[in-house]
């Protein structure tokens, strides 16, 4: 079964900082591409950033030069690391999974529970 488990998430002041992590079971997050994707009230899901097995990393271009994605494959945990956030970070974030194939089409079918991170000013 696999399982998702994030923390670190938590409430700031704007110019704060905070690191995300996502340990996973059942799953190696070296298998194909992990992730955090993000949901603000009102708004939709969105993919904040992601790490493929080689070391790719992929931004939202509203957090790019903000937030580095980690992982270390030792700990099978994945980390989101958060700087100079903004109330516009205020989100439930995400650990996600690719589910199946890995390459073409790919499916993030594995989720966490979400963790809370709001930002004040």
């Known amino acids: 079964q696999v399982q998702l488990v994030e923390s670190g998430g938590g409430s700031v002041q704007a110019g704060g900082s905070l690191k995300l992590s996502c340990k996973a079971s059942?799953?190696?997050?070296?298998?194909?591409?992990m992730g955090w994707h993000r949901q603000a009230p009102g708004k939709e899901r969105e993919l904040v950033s992601s790490i493929r097995n080689d070391g790719t990393t992929t931004y939202a271009d509203s957090v790019k030069g903000r937030f580095t994605i980690s992982q270390d494959n030792a700990r099978n945990t994945l980390y989101l690391q958060m700087n100079d956030l903004k109330t516009d970070d205020t989100a439930v974030y995400y650990c996600t999974a690719v589910k199946g194939r890995c390459g073409i089409l790919e499916s993030w079918g594995y989720w966490g529970q979400g963790t809370q991170v709001t930002v004040s000013s």
């Open positions: 059942g799953y190696s997050i070296n298998y194909c591409r």
